[in-house]
Nanobody, 116 residues
Framework: QVQLVESGGGLVQPGGSLRLSCAAS????????MGWYRQAPGKQREMVAH???????NYADSVKGRFTISRANVQNTVYLQMNSLKPEDTAVYYC??????????WGQGTQVTVSS
């Protein structure tokens, strides 16, 4: 049974930082590209950051220079370090695992709220 479990969300003031974690089980983690997506109320889910099996990263323009995605294959975990947070970063953040010829997997999401 595949599980992606996100953690690390919460309430933070503008300019603050959070670190999200996504622990994967039931998959060969090193064979999957991993991503973080977010969905704000009334908006479509959007890609935030992506990291390939080989560690190549890609970011949405809105988070470049503020967010960093990384992975630890030994721990089967992907991280999203979020700095200089803005109110518009408020959303539910979802972890995604993707591999060619396989169905993608999603976590249950973790709420991030940026507010003073």
């Amino acid at each position: 049974q595949v599980q992606l479990v996100e953690s690390g969300g919460g309430l933070v003031q503008p300019g603050g930082s959070l670190r999200l974690s996504c622990a994967a089980s039931g998959i060969i983690f090193s064979a999957y590209a991993m991503g973080w997506y977010r969905q704000a109320p009334g908006k479509q889910r959007e890609m935030v950051a992506h990291i390939t099996r080989d560690g190549v990263t890609n970011y949405a323009d809105s988070v470049k220079g503020r967010f960093t995605i990384s992975r630890a294959n030994v721990q089967n975990t992907v991280y999203l370090q979020m700095n200089s947070l803005k109110p518009e970063d408020t959303a539910v953040y979802y972890c995604n695992a993707r591999r060619s010829s396989y169905s993608p997997f999603w976590g249950q999401g973790t709420q991030v709220t940026v507010s003073s």
